[in-house]
């Protein structure tokens, strides 16, 4: 290989090494076993993570959190912050109607009776009930993802 040929190499990685560094990531979140977001910090506000006793131990500006690590099954590094109070718990709609998508189960407030479809973000009807009665409804089935469900056209969003 000639010097040129190598210099040019070298460059060429260098500027592939910078351009990821460029969309580098913003925060960083603790994920349950169920694909839950636990917790999450802003990465400019982390000044430590340590292991210690069992547990994950995060320094950051505010304080100090402490997560047992056998209660982490992942942590990923994102571009925006998770919020473990969104749509896997709890969702509202302004008219009242409220789900809470709990492991395989979904429960209604707010309804308590009528028609409901659960949709996959791809358009395919999952379920259908004309005749629901508010019961709770078994997501079983369901794979993990993000799904759109219509409770007498209110349509609230859950991931599973």
């Known amino acids: 290989m ?3 040929f190598k210099s040019s190499l070298v460059l060429l ?3 592939v090494l910078c351009s990821g560094a460029a969309s580098a990531q ?7 076993h ?3 977001a636990k917790e999450s910090w802003a990465l ?3 000044g430590k993570v ?9 320094k950051h500006s505010t304080g100090t ?3 047992p690590i056998a209660q982490v099954m992942s942590i990923k590094f994102t571009d925006e912050k998770q919020d473990p109070t969104s749509i896997e718990k709890l969702v509202a709609d302004p008219a009242g109607v409220r789900i809470a998508a709990v492991g395989d189960i979904i429960s209604v407030q707010g309804a308590t009776q009528g028609s409901v479809a659960i949709w996959s973000v791809t358009g395919q ?3 259908s009930n004309r005749n629901w009665h508010g019961e709770d409804i078994d997501i079983a089935h369901l794979e993990r993802g993000i799904y759109i469900i219509n409770i007498n056209n209110t349509s609230l969003k859950f991931k599973k």
């Open 13 to 15: 990685l260098m500027m």
């Open 65 to 67: 959190d402490t997560a």
């Open 125 to 127: 009807q999952i379920y």
């Open 34 to 36: 169920d694909g839950q």
């Open 26 to 32: 913003a925060y960083m979140t603790f994920y349950d």
């Open 50 to 58: 340590t292991f210690e006793g069992g547990n994950i131990v995060v």
């Open 2 to 4: 000639t010097r040129s």
């Open 44 to 46: 400019q506000d982390v």
